[in-house]
C-alpha cells in the first residue's frame, strides 16, 4: 500500500490511498534525578550555559501560588524563559538555551516533573506538504445534487456515515443546540467556508502553536500550505445544513478552531496544552482531539522527559473535564493492538532520528487517545466493519463511528460512491479522506447532540450516555480484510464491549431522544 504522506505527518486521517500515519515511540528512559536543590542557591550558585540550541519545556509544579512563584524565579536563574504560567493546572512552558536546564530545573522544590518537549531545536520552519485526498469532482456533484431530497443538502447522498449512525434520523428531531461548541483541535480550521461559518465560534478559537494563545482574527486557519486536515474534521462534526454541501452530525452546534499544530504538521505538548486550557475556559462542551503528541506515538511516563509531557496533558484534559468538556480522540491508524503486553515502535523521536524500542503501552501511552477519561474512537468502514488501519485494543477502545476504508475492501450502498468520509476542505471545496481522524469527530457530534438534548449533563453523564446509547457490535472473528486468507487482527471480548468496536457503534438517533 503506497504511502502518500511523508513519515513526518502526525495527524490521525489517511489519504486518498489509505496511506498509514507512521507509529511513533520514544527513547530509552533516562537515569533518575539528583536529590531535591534549594532553588534560590543552588540553581542561581554559578553561570549557566545560554550557548546552547533553544528548547521548550514544560514545568509541572507541585503546590499552591507560591510554590510556583518560586520556581519561575529558578527558571530565570536556571537559564530559562517563561513563555506562558498555566497556573490553573500547574504547567509552565519555558523556553532555555541552556543544556542542563531540564537536569537543574528537575532538582528544585516544588518541581515535580520537567521535560523536552521535542528533541529538535526551536526553528521557524514552513512546508509545501498538505494531506492527499479525493477531491469530489464536478460531475459527482452534480449526480449527488440531482439525487438529493427536498430535505437533505446537495451532497448528502454521498455521505454514507450519517445513516451509518442514524444521523438523518436524528435530524428530523433535532439538529442540535447553538450553545453547544466543539472545539477542533487541529491543523486549523477555514472558518470562511460556507458549510462552516454559519456555525462558527470566533470566541473560543484561537491559535495555540507556541504554547500561548493567538486571538488575532483568523489565526486559526491553516496557512495555504498547510494541512487541511482540522477543516475536514470539522465539517464532519458540524457543516450547517444550510442547502449547501454536506450535513454535519450535528448542523446546529456551534464548532471552533483550535490551531495547534505546526507548519510543519507537528502537534507539540505546549500547543496542545494551551489548546485543552483554551477551550476549558471558553466554555467548550467538546473537544475533538484527530491527532497524536509529537515526538512520541508512544510517550513513556518512566522516562524524565517524556514522563513530564504525559503529565502536562493529563493535567490538561483533566482540567477541560472539571470545566465541562468532553474530550474524544482518535485511537490511530497503524493496525495496532494497543492492548498488546509489547509493541515494536521503529518510527520515534519522528522529529529527529528514530530509534527501535520495545514499549509497554501501559506504561507509554498512545497520547492523547490513552489518557485517563478520554473517549477512545476507532474507525468502521462502509460495511461496518473495523477499517482496516484502525488501531483496535480491548479496554482501550471505547467506541467506533464510521471513519472510511478503501472502496475496494468495503464499498458503500448506492447512491454513495465512495468509501471514504465526504467533508469540508479550505476554500469552499469538499473532498474523501479516512482515519480515525474522521471517526472521532462523529462520536465528538453525537456527544454534542446529547449535550444538546440534555444541557445540565454533566461531562460524566454524556460520556455514560454516548457508551449505553451505542449499538452493540459483536466481534469481526475471522478478520481478513482484504480476502487475502490471512488474518489481519483478532477481536477479543464480547458483543458489548470487545476490542474492536468499544461499546459499539456510536448512535445519533438515541442521542436526541429525551
Not at 534560590?40 to 528548547?55: D, I, R, W, Y
Request: glycine share 10%.
Amino acid at each position: 500500500m503506497a504511502h502518500l504522506r511523508s513519515g513526518r505527518a502526525r495527524i490521525l486521517a489517511l489519504p486518498a490511498g489509505l496511506a498509514l500515519t507512521a507509529s511513533l515511540g520514544l527513547l530509552p528512559a533516562t537515569a533518575a534525578s539528583a536529590a531535591p536543590l534549594d532553588e534560590t542557591t543552588t540553581a542561581g550558585a554559578a553561570a549557566v550555559a545560554t550557548n546552547g540550541p533553544k528548547m521548550s519545556y514544560v514545568v509541572n509544579v507541585t503546590g499552591g501560588h507560591s510554590t510556583a512563584k518560586a520556581v519561575k524565579k529558578a527558571i530565570s536563574a536556571a537559564g530559562g524563559t517563561v513563555v506562558i504560567a498555566y497556573d490553573q493546572i500547574g504547567v509552565i512552558v519555558v523556553h532555555s538555551q541552556n543544556p542542563d536546564f531540564a537536569t537543574t530545573i528537575r532538582g528544585v522544590r516544588g518541581v515535580k516533573s520537567a521535560g523536552a518537549t521535542r528533541t529538535a531545536p526551536l526553528a521557524a520552519q514552513t512546508t509545501t506538504d498538505v494531506d492527499a485526498e479525493q477531491p469530489l469532482s464536478a460531475k459527482e456533484a452534480r449526480a449527488a445534487a440531482d439525487r438529493a431530497d427536498d430535505d437533505q443538502d446537495p451532497f448528502e447522498p454521498l455521505q454514507w456515515d450519517l445513516p451509518a449512525i442514524k444521523a438523518d434520523k436524528a435530524h428530523e428531531k433535532s439538529l442540535g443546540s447553538e450553545k453547544v461548541t466543539v472545539a477542533v483541535l487541529d491543523t486549523g480550521v477555514d472558518d470562511t467556508h460556507p458549510d462552516l461559518a454559519p456555525n462558527f465560534d470566533r470566541a473560543a478559537s484561537a491559535n495555540c502553536v507556541t504554547g500561548a494563545p493567538d486571538t488575532t482574527e483568523g489565526s486559526w486557519r491553516p496557512g495555504p500550505a498547510e494541512s487541511d486536515h482540522g477543516t475536514h474534521v470539522a465539517g464532519t462534526i458540524a457543516a450547517a445544513k444550510n442547502g449547501v454541501g454536506i450535513t454535519g452530525v450535528a448542523p446546529g452546534v456551534k464548532v471552533s478552531g483550535i490551531k495547534v499544530s505546526n507548519p510543519d504538521g507537528f502537534f507539540y505538548t505546549e500547543s496542545v496544552v494551551c489548546g485543552f486550557v483554551w477551550a476549558a475556559e471558553h466554555g467548550v462542551e467538546v473537544t475533538n482531539n484527530s491527532y497524536y503528541v509529537d515526538p512520541w506515538l508512544y510517550t513513556c511516563k518512566n522516562d524524565l522527559d517524556q514522563g513530564a509531557l504525559v503529565e502536562a496533558l493529563q493535567r490538561a484534559t483533566r482540567y477541560a473535564e472539571r470545566k465541562g468538556a468532553v474530550n474524544v480522540a482518535a485511537a490511530g491508524n497503524a493496525r495496532t493492538d494497543l492492548a498488546a503486553d509489547e509493541i515494536v515502535d521503529r518510527t520515534s523521536p519522528n522529529d529527529t532520528t528514530p530509534v527501535e524500542r520495545v514499549i509497554d503501552p501501559e506504561v507509554c501511552p498512545d497520547v492523547p487517545a490513552m489518557l485517563d477519561g478520554v473517549v477512545t474512537v476507532s474507525a468502521t468502514g462502509a460495511k461496518g466493519l473495523k477499517s482496516s488501519y484502525s488501531n483496535y485494543g480491548l479496554g482501550v477502545v471505547d467506541i467506533a463511528a464510521p471513519g472510511g476504508d478503501s472502496t475496494a475492501f468495503q464499498p458503500p450502498e448506492a447512491p454513495a460512491t465512495n468509501g471514504l468520509i465526504l467533508s469540508t476542505l479550505p476554500g469552499g471545496k469538499y473532498g474523501y479522506k479516512a482515519g480515525t481522524s474522521m471517526a472521532s469527530p462523529h462520536v465528538a457530534g453525537v456527544a454534542a447532540l446529547i449535550k444538546s438534548t440534555r444541557p445540565y449533563a454533566s461531562p460524566a453523564l454524556v460520556k455514560a450516555l454516548l457508551y449505553k446509547q451505542a449499538d452493540d457490535t459483536a466481534c469481526t472473528n475471522p478478520y481478513d480484510i482484504n480476502g487475502d486468507g490471512t488474518v489481519d487482527a483478532v477481536c477479543e471480548g464480547g458483543k458489548r464491549d470487545n476490542g474492536f468496536y468499544g461499546k459499539g457503534m456510536t448512535d445519533a438517533l438515541d442521542a436526541v431522544r429525551r
